[in-house]
């Protein structure tokens, strides 16, 4: 039954289509590669697929975007078929859907509840609330940060969840531009810095994190806040 407070459901009959395509690609008769594909095998494809994506964001064409969306879909209802494939434990897209619909929902009590959010600072502050109501199981504001993230990004994610701690890791001090591009060029000549040297700058930042870890593991241990850090798709 259709919950009144949800928007009306529309048709898609391209998605179902693409659905049935996979379908038939991956049923007997069909493709025998397409067949014999697992989540882990699969794996190296998201990655790939999902930087065509970021790639084409960044410094393609509408048409590129259109043209990569479509493949991370693709991997999606893959994965979705292979688990619908398990049987018993296993799931279909439509309960992808339901899932992603029911975390969405929840996360929007200020959409589809009574919750009072006008601003998106509002919501940003009352986001931690909402996944920790949703996400009880986390006892950890490390929980939920992807450990094959590039070391730059989840640098970046680490010192968001440090500072939910009250971790204020030591640094040294950096003169940082006030716009990307510099940044960007800045960052780039550390790199080459470390290149000549001889030292490898992203397993370099990947020791650094680990000590962040430590410190902020280190942090919760000793009681301080532990909440899950407010990031609006995790």
Request: glycine share 6%; with cysteine; aromatic share 4%.
């Amino acid at each position: 039954m259709t919950d009144p407070a949800l928007p009306p459901a529309q048709p898609h009959p391209q998605l179902d289509q693409l659905i049935a395509v996979l379908a038939h690609l991956r049923a007997p008769g069909g493709c025998a590669w397409d067949a014999e594909q697992t989540h882990e095998s699969l794996t190296r494809y998201l990655v790939e697929e999902t930087h065509e994506l970021i790639d084409a964001i960044e410094h393609g064409t509408p048409d590129d975007v259109l043209e990569e969306l479509g493949d991370v879909l693709y991997q999606v209802l893959f994965h979705a078929d292979i688990a619908a494939a398990r049987g018993a434990d296993g799931f279909t897209i439509d309960d992808v859907a339901a899932r992603s619909t029911a975390k969405m929902v929840g996360r929007h009590p200020h959409v589809f509840g009574d919750v009072v959010a006008d601003t998106a600072e509002a919501v940003a502050a009352n986001w931690d609330t909402w996944k920790r109501q949703e996400k009880p199981a986390r006892t950890s504001v490390l929980d939920g940060v992807p450990r094959g993230l590039p070391a730059l990004q989840r640098a970046e994610k680490l010192l968001g969840r440090a500072d939910d701690v009250g971790v204020a890791p030591v640094m040294p001090a950096v003169d940082v531009p006030d716009d990307e591009h510099a940044l960007g060029q800045l960052l780039l000549a550390l790199v080459a810095a470390a290149r000549a040297r001889g030292i490898e700058p992203e397993r370099a930042l990947r020791s650094a994190i680990a000590d962040l870890e430590a410190e902020i593991r280190h942090a919760e241990q000793n009681g301080e806040s532990a909440s899950p850090g407010a990031d609006l798709l995790d």
